[in-house]
Every structure is written in structure tokens, then in C-alpha cells.
């Protein structure tokens, strides 16, 4: 999608209306790049700015308009034919079970965010841990052939869980491990400025997967109690939709995990719903829930725009997220989905 040789030429000088002061702000502000700016708020961009949001949206349009005409990004409109062939050209990176692989329909895409929630010891951060070996693979090895960003803001990574899921799929772990940035997030102003600069950073790691593990904990934990629910679901959109355009811009696959919390009212179906409410529900273009089922785990498909509403089984074993049998994995059939309800 993006032409590397165009977006080292591009400045941010060239956008129209912004001289030398407006740049330099801008920089000093860790804006260094058209990518950058094009990804940019327009609120926070106004404020890093000294001026008004109608402004600041002007240049972020400029922006992308900028990397449109240099072919960077693709054109506003396009038709359905166009846009089909392109999707059917998007990457995707297997989760390593080739069930789960079926459930998203060929794995984790780029160009999107895939969500996965569930209670304490569903697989969530298993999943991380796999996808940070298998997303290195090739691409024809079910891989996107980059570099991995994992943000940790629960203390669940551990080097030493990817260096075995490597060894047992017969990978070379060092060259895995050196080719994943970490970074541990302590708050939540540390993880709104970590994705802010984002861009920087993929830049710098050569990422084609970041993982945000977990998107909701500090904000959880920070903003307790009703009287501050409006100003962490403002923030938490705020981070929403800079990773959307993150995804769509750089053409990386974004995975985040995210916390349940019970309702008690429910009487009927499954009290475990996401934590987030519909700020995090709107902006992940995938929600999948993970939930356990004796020693093994069970992924179901919760929303998306075409994937069909199903769930499959896998395992956790030495190798990560597995099928149960790998010689004939097949999804459950009616009866013993009926049995486990």
C-alpha cells in the first residue's frame, strides 16, 4: 500500500499553509513526518499547536491528501471491484491454529484492529505471545515478515514463553526476541503518548504487528467510580481512533486484549461482557471472546462486518495457540456445542 521511497521524500514543509514555525512546533512536539501528522488528533494537535481544532483539521487533511497525490495512500473514492481486489491483497498473519486461522477467516489482518476479551486465563496474553513469533514468519509461511511492538500494561510478558513457542515450532529465537519492542506502559498518560508517537516507532522497529496488552487496565484502575467515567471513555476514544488510522495508514495489524466485567442483571445467556462499552465495541473492526473449556479454550466470533458468527476450540500448549489435533482439526459439531451449554 505504502511507497517507502515517497514517504522519505515527503516533508511536512511541502503541506500547503505550513511555513517554517508551524514545522518546528510540529517537531518539537514529536510530529516529525507527513505519516505522523496524518495520523495525528486534531484536538491534540490544536493544543500542541497554541491553535483552534478547525486549523489543526486542515493540516491533517492537507496531510493525507499530501501522501494521496504521491501515491502513499489510496484515492478517497474508489469502486467496489477496486476495493475488493485490494482486500483480497491485505496480509494476514496466522494465529497458529489453524482453526482459530478458519474462525478470522485466514488470520489477524492488517489494515484493521482484532480485539480479543475474556476473563483471566482465556488466552489472551497467550496469544500475544504467539502472535510476536508467528507475525515474524514469512508471508508465505502464514507470516507478515516484520517486526513485532508489544505494549505491556498488565507485567504478563515473558521473554521467555516466546523463546519456547519459537523452539517448538523449529525457529530460530534468537532472531525472534531481538525483533520485538517492548514497552512496559505505567499509566495511562504513558500509554496515550506512547501511541501518539507511534508512528516513530514503527518506523524505527520496522513493525508489521502492534499488540496492546491490555488496552483498558490502567484506564480501569486510574479512573474509578461514575463522576470520572465520561473523561476515561473520552480518552479511551481518543487512543480508539488513533489506532485506526495507524492500521489503515501504515498498513500494520493491530491486536489489542481487553478485560470483562459482569453483569448481574442478566439472567439469561453469559453476564461476561467487555469493559469498555461501546467506545472500544465501535472502534475494533473484530471482537472476538475467549472463554475456557476444561484444559482447553473456546474462541467465538463476536462482531465483524463479514465474518460468520461461530466458534471453534483450541489449545494452549508448548507451541502457543494450537488446534486440539493437529493432524484433523475441525470445528465442534452442534451436539457438543449443546452438551457444554
Given amino acids: 500500500m505504502t511507497d517507502s521511497k515517497n514517504v522519505v521524500e ?6 500547503e499553509g505550513i511555513g517554517p514555525t508551524t514545522a518546528r ?20 494537535l490544536a493544543s500542541d499547536l497554541g491553535g483552534s481544532k478547525e486549523t489543526a483539521a486542515a493540516f491533517i ?15 478517497e473514492f474508489t469502486t467496489a471491484d477496486v476495493e475488493l481486489e485490494k482486500r483480497k491483497a491485505l496480509l494476514r498473519c496466522t ?10 477467516l485466514g488470520g489477524i489482518e492488517t489494515q484493521a484492529i482484532t480485539e480479543f476479551y475474556g476473563e483471566f486465563g482465556s488466552g489472551k496474553s497467550q496469544i500475544c505471545h504467539t502472535l510476536c513469533v508467528t507475525s515474524q514468519m514469512p508471508v508465505e509461511a502464514g507470516g507478515l515478515d516484520g517486526g513485532v511492538i508489544l ?26 526476541l531481538k525483533k520485538i519492542a517492548i514497552c512496559k506502559a ?18 524505527d522497529f520496522k513493525a508489521k504487528m502492534i499488540i496492546i496488552d491490555s488496552i483498558i487496565s490502567l ?3 486510574e479512573f474509578a467510580g461514575r463522576g470520572t467515567l465520561a473523561d476515561r471513555q473520552q480518552r479511551l476514544n481518543g487512543i480508539m481512533h488513533k489506532l485506526v488510522r495507524i492500521a489503515e495508514i501504515y498498513n500494520v495489524a493491530i491486536v489489542i486484549t481487553n478485560q470483562v466485567q459482569s453483569t448481574p442483571d442478566t439472567f439469561f445467556g453469559d453476564p461476561t461482557k467487555p469493559a469498555g462499552g461501546n467506545i472500544i465495541g465501535h472502534a475494533s473492526t473484530y471482537r472476538i471472546y475467549l472463554r475456557k473449556a476444561g484444559t482447553d479454550r473456546i474462541a467465538k ?11 471453534v476450540r483450541f489449545t494452549v500448549n508448548e507451541k502457543g495457540i494450537d488446534d486440539t489435533d493437529q493432524d484433523a482439526p475441525k470445528k465442534r459439531s452442534s451436539k457438543e456445542k449443546d452438551s457444554e451449554e
Wanted: no cysteine.
Fill in 186 to 203: 505505567y499509566n495511562s498518560s504513558h500509554l496515550e503518548l506512547i501511541i501518539k508517537s507511534m508512528g516513530k516507532y514503527i518506523d
Fill in 301 to 311: 466470533m463476536i462482531d465483524s462486518p463479514y465474518h460468520p458468527y461461530d466458534d
Fill in 95 to 104: 494465529t497458529g491454529a489453524k482453526v482459530l486461522d478458519e474462525l478470522l
Fill in 10 to 15: 515527503l516533508e511536512i514543509e511541502d503541506i
Fill in 219 to 221: 484506564h480501569r484502575a
Fill in 61 to 75: 487533511i492537507a496531510a493525507q491528501k499530501l501522501l494521496r497525490d504521491s501515491g502513499v495512500l489510496d484515492n
Fill in 151 to 176: 505494549i505491556d500494561t498488565e507485567g504478563t510478558f515473558r521473554p521467555e514463553r516466546v523463546d519456547q513457542i519459537a523452539r517448538a515450532r523449529g525457529i530460530d529465537s534468537d532472531e525472534i
Fill in 25 to 44: 512546533k510540529m517537531k518539537e512536539a514529536g510530529i516529525s513526518s507527513v505519516m505522523e501528522l496524518a495520523t495525528t488528533v486534531p484536538d491534540e
